[in-house]
Antibody
Framework: QVQLQESGPGLAKSSETLSLTCTVS????????WSWIRQPPGKGLEWIGY???????NYNPSLKSRVTISLDTSKNQFSLKLTSVTAGDTAVYYC??????????????WGQGTLVTVSA | QSVLTQPPSASGTPGQRVTISCSGS?????????VHWYHQLPGTAPKLLIY???ERPSGVPDRFSGSKSGTSASLAISGLQPEDEADYYC???????????FGGGTKLTVL
């Protein structure tokens, strides 16, 4: 079955760019939407954005000015870049396959998540 | 403050039936958008529990059921088991925000 694995630095410096990659195994990236979701320590979930396998992306308006999601179909990977990070961006970042029907989108499966801490 | 409102906590004893509510508005649940539910065991990633209001992914026991009415949705868990102790989140699309929105989560304790 499809599995997702996040990778990238666990530490980012304030004002710099956070970069993460999600590797998809057990299935193709083609045909699906792929999302990033984050969860600050002890708090709830926040959707960051998704990218369609054909390359079009949609971002949470609250983060849109700082977020870029891209994909590399040859490597079965998609990536997240978040610029100008602050302590408020400290969170566990999850990647997830996104299923879309009737104007609705849901996430299944999820990666295990990776904690990114933003330091001063 | 989450767009979707869930009770912060819920509890029940083994074998009981518990429900978790998710309240929204006309721009999200009250529209044509479907509601999805996830559960998150301590220290693990969320997992899909219910999609499109009342559909169960394969492998999810039929003890779990979802419903939607008006601007609210509910998750019901019957025959509560100790392993159901987890955080539960509802989610849907919000037309006004043009974003996926989550509830704040409900921590379910099995007494």
């Amino acid at each position: 079955q499809v599995q997702l694995q996040e990778s990238g630095p666990g530490l980012a410096k304030s004002s710099e760019t956070l970069s993460l990659t999600c590797t998809v195994s057990g299935g193709s990236i083609n045909g699906y939407y792929w999302s990033w979701i984050r969860q600050p320590p002890g708090k709830g979930l926040e959707w960051i954005g998704y990218i369609y396998y054909r390359g079009s992306a949609n971002y949470n308006p609250s983060l849109k000015s700082r977020v870029t999601i891209s994909l590399d179909t040859s490597k079965n990977q998609f990536s997240l870049k978040l610029t100008s990070v602050t302590a408020g961006d400290t969170a566990v970042y999850y990647c997830a396959r996104s299923l879309y029907a009737s104007g609705s989108i849901w996430f299944d499966p999820w990666g295990q998540g990776t904690l990114v801490t933003v330091s001063a | 403050q989450s767009v979707l409102t869930q009770p912060p906590s819920a509890s029940g004893t083994p074998g009981q039936r518990v429900t978790i509510s998710c309240s929204g508005s006309s721009s999200n649940i009250g529209g044509t958008n479907n509601v999805h539910w996830y559960h998150q065991l301590p220290g693990t990633a969320p997992k899909l529990l219910i999609y499109s209001n009342d559909e169960r992914p394969s492998g999810v026991p039929d003890r779990f059921s979802g419903s939607k009415s008006g601007t609210s949705a509910s998750l019901a868990i019957s025959g509560l088991q100790p392993e159901d102790e987890a955080d539960y989140y509802c989610a849907t699309w919000d037309d006004s925000l043009s974003a996926v929105v989550f509830g704040g989560g409900t921590k379910l304790t099995v007494l």
